[in-house]
């Protein structure tokens, strides 16, 4: 079974600049993350898709960012214009199942590697 | 609101040894889960264990295991004959019992030095 999937793994782009990352979940998989680490500080929360519906957005940090999930299969997270202070790593996660208990044993949530995003 | 403290930004131990990482949490919700995650160099971030709060029994997988104090909302991790592949950054993480968001720490980047 492939794993959660993101790319790219890392981003440079200029201050004022417009990026895109993706992230493709495990197939089948509802429930899609994304979570931000800046850096030296702890991971974040961003919103949760259930398919391609935006169930809870509230860690989103302005209007810069923008999420989609168009088909409720992969999902894109745009920054722009991109600011210095969004450098950090972005994960993604999935899982199929809201009810933590009914999950398998990594109880359902698999993260990605994570998008090293740089913005100078 | 939710916080979890890791209180050490870097540690290391000596291979076959025994390490044990810190992390406190502040809440006002009864019921809820621990957890704690395991982000090799480069890699995905793996769920390592994970605690119930309402299990007073603290959980153990392999080489690892937590100790929960739930009156004092600790929650470390020991690692028992650390091995090179444990190097990694750990997480330390809490979720509502009905919930699905995740509230992490800063991490605590562990070396095991051969």
């Known amino acids: 079974e492939a794993g959660v999937t993101q790319f790219p793994s890392h981003s440079v782009i200029e201050k004022g600049q417009t990026v895109t990352l993706r992230c493709d979940p495990i197939?089948?998989?509802?429930?899609l993350y994304w979570y931000r680490r800046v850096m030296g500080k702890e991971i974040k929360f961003l919103l949760h898709f259930v398919k391609e519906s935006k169930q809870d957005e509230s860690g989103m940090p302005n209007n810069r960012f923008l999420a989609e999930r168009t088909g409720g299969t992969y999902s894109t997270l745009k920054v722009q214009p991109a600011e210095l202070e969004d450098s950090g790593v972005y994960f993604c996660?999935?899982?199929?199942?809201?009810?933590?208990?009914?999950?398998?044993?990594?109880?359902?949530?698999?993260f990605g590697s994570g998008t090293r995003l740089t913005v100078v | 609101a939710q916080t979890v403290t890791q209180s050490q930004p870097e540690m290391s131990v000596q291979e076959a040894e025994t390490v044990t990482l810190s992390c406190t949490y502040d809440?006002?919700?009864?019921?809820?889960?621990l957890f704690w995650y395991k982000q090799p160099p480069s890699r995905q971030m793996i769920l390592v264990i994970r605690?119930?709060?309402?299990?007073?029994q603290n959980a153990t997988e392999n080489r690892f295991s937590v100790n929960f104090q739930k009156a004092a909302k600790s929650f470390s991790l020991k690692i028992s004959d650390s091995q090179l592949g444990d190097t990694a950054m750990y997480f330390c993480?809490?979720?509502?019992?009905?919930?699905?968001?995740?509230?992490f720490g800063t991490g605590t980047s562990l070396t095991v030095i051969p």
């Open positions: 996660a999935s899982s199929q199942d809201d009810d933590l208990n009914s999950r398998d044993s990594n109880y359902g949530y698999t």
């Open positions: 197939s089948g998989h509802d429930n």
């Open positions: 605690q119930e709060a309402y299990k007073q």
């Open positions: 809440t006002s919700e009864s019921n809820y889960y």
């Open positions: 993480a809490f979720m509502k019992h009905d919930g699905n968001q995740f509230y």
